[in-house]
């Protein structure tokens, strides 16, 4: 499993979040405060993803 930090910029929380990875599949985002977080998140890493191929 890979933990993938990020900083969210979607809302003024400014939220540090950790995104737990496995096999090319996002299992939890941690550190969200709002749902917002939750959705840049699960974004952000599949898009990261997609530029690694």
């Known amino acids: 499993m890979e933990i993938v930090k990020l900083s969210c910029g979607v809302c003024e929380n400014q939220c540090e979040l950790e995104v737990q990875v496995e096999e090319d599949e996002v299992l939890d985002v ?4 709002c749902l917002k977080g939750f959705s840049y998140a699960q974004r952000a890493v599949y898009e990261q993803m997609e530029g690694n191929e």
């Open 30 to 33: 941690m550190g969200n405060r």
